[in-house]
């Protein structure tokens, strides 16, 4: 039996999804989300438009009921290119009708756009730019979001709890999607970072009370070191999970398997492991009342640019005051790290404590550096802040065919999660909010 093998505990399980509430005196509406993909509708705001020139070609595209990462594959089929030559600017969730920018690098090659059909996909127009898109290039997205088995009479809670987050600001949690279905995209993240590799393909072919029904078998059979059954069993849209087998039935040992990891997807994992660290450190923010203020050694962001600034001790008392009146109109806020090698870094107390939360996984600022040098480009880290602005709020409630409904419209920035917005108006089981969806 392969070493790793059977399954141990994870050791690491911070607040993955922390259920503290920042409008905790406001009852939820409860209900669900995504009882159809009518129900959540998102559009990516772009941070800039194709100039019409380049050797990548830009698609505006909407997708129902397909996560990212599919659509991706599709499109490199189809264009018959690498995957990493498809460029996003950020995931969008599977469950729904979402409409976002992709590019694909085709130097002096005329795309056959009419030829590209699927039932859940629509490439709305085309255009040419110099330079691929790249995660971050967008403003952030807009959010036409229904609440089903709920009561119309609950709108009133919804529209006071969206009236206090465009007050407050929302908290910036990643959430439930970043993890994945079965809720181990940390961990995978973490065992990629520390090189124990067969950890990591034990955490993505291993049993999981959370796994689907229809990969039940499938795992099981890995389990048992079954990989050509394993293979034939698992469903056929499980890329990874069915090329990490395709390689161990072959013979090959576990560094050289989880290099069928595709690059955009050990990001993925590698950002989930960050996730999970910000999210632990956000937590504790929000239970300490500390959301909407700055403490020495702390690292301000701003907004507008996306720039940070240290909190220095000796500022002077002006200087203090004009801080409170920048957090108070949602200028600025704290921020949290997401680790990787050109993270910006915290002092004094505040540093102790991010880098108390990331050694308490076992992961240390050295494995950062050490994986940089492999990939600089997934490892460069970045600070994220607390809490995010939400704007052009709307709440209204209604009835069709399949009953009541409250329908919540916002807009966020990029990298937030409207999931977090909902679970602070629904006040339900965060992993609800995201179920079924694996970007």
């Known amino acids: 039996m392969p070493a790793g093998l059977p399954f141990p505990v994870p050791d690491f399980d911070p607040h993955i999804i922390p259920t503290r509430h920042l409008t905790a005196d406001i009852p939820g509406t409860g209900g669900v989300l995504k009882q159809r993909d009518e129900d959540f509708i998102v559009e990516e705001l772009p941070a800039y438009h194709p100039s019409g020139e380049g050797e990548h ?55 056959p756009f009419g030829a590209f059909e699927h039932d859940n996909i629509q490439i709305l127009w085309t255009d040419r730019h110099a330079n691929k898109l790249r995660r971050g290039h967008l403003l952030g997205n807009r959010f036409i979001i229904r609440i089903r088995s709920t009561t119309a009479a609950k709108v009133v809670f919804a ?41 990591a393909i034990n955490t993505l072919l291993g049993p999981s009370p959370n796994s689907p029904e229809n990969q039940h078998d499938a795992r099981r059979l890995f389990a048992e070191c079954n990989f050509d059954a394993a293979l034939a069993a698992f469903p056929h849209g499980c890329h990874t999970e069915r090329r990490l087998l395709s390689m161990l ?18 990001g993925f994992y590698i950002t989930a492991f960050q996730s999970a660290v910000f999210n632990t450190l956000l937590d504790d923010r ?37 801080l409170a009146d920048r957090l108070k109109s949602l200028e600025i806020s704290p921020s949290g790290p997401m ?75 990029r990298g937030a999660f409207a999931t977090t917005a909902m679970q602070e108006i629904m006040k339900t089981d965060p992993a609800a909010l995201a179920e079924d969806s694996d970007d």
Request: glycine content about 8%.
């Open 57 to 111: 070609l830009y698609l505006w595209v909407q997708k129902r009921h397909m996560s990212t990462m599919h659509v991706v594959r599709l499109l490199a089929d189809h264009f018959k290119v690498r995957r990493d030559a498809v460029g996003i600017a950020g995931l969008k969730d599977k469950i729904g009708i979402t409409t976002q920018m992709l590019s694909i690098h085709l130097p002096g090659k005329d795309a």
């Open 159 to 199: 529209k006071k709890a969206l009236t206090a987050l465009a007050r407050l600001g929302v908290p910036n949690r990643i959430g439930s999607q970043r993890f994945g279905m079965v809720a181990n995209n940390h961990l995978r993240g973490r065992a990629l970072l520390l090189k124990d590799f067969q950890g």
């Open 249 to 266: 039935a072959r013979g090959a040992p576990a560094d050289q398997a989880v290099r069928a990891i595709e690059r955009l997807e050990f």
């Open 286 to 322: 929000i239970a300490s009342g500390r959301l909407a203020a700055l403490e020495d050694g702390d690292l301000a962001f701003k907004h507008d640019s996306g720039a940070v600034f240290p909190i220095a001790p000796d500022m002077p008392a002006e200087d203090r005051s004009a």
């Open 339 to 413: 680790w990787g090698r050109d993270m910006t870094r915290a002092s004094g107390p505040i540093a102790d404590a991010e880098r108390a939360a990331l050694e308490a996984t076992g992961v240390t600022e050295a494995v950062f550096a050490a994986m940089s040098r492999r990939d600089a480009e997934t490892m460069v880290g970045q600070r994220r802040p607390m809490r995010v602005p939400l704007t052009f709020p709307d709440v209204e409630a209604g009835i069709d065919e399949r009953g009541d409904y409250i329908k919540c419209v916002f807009e966020l920035p």
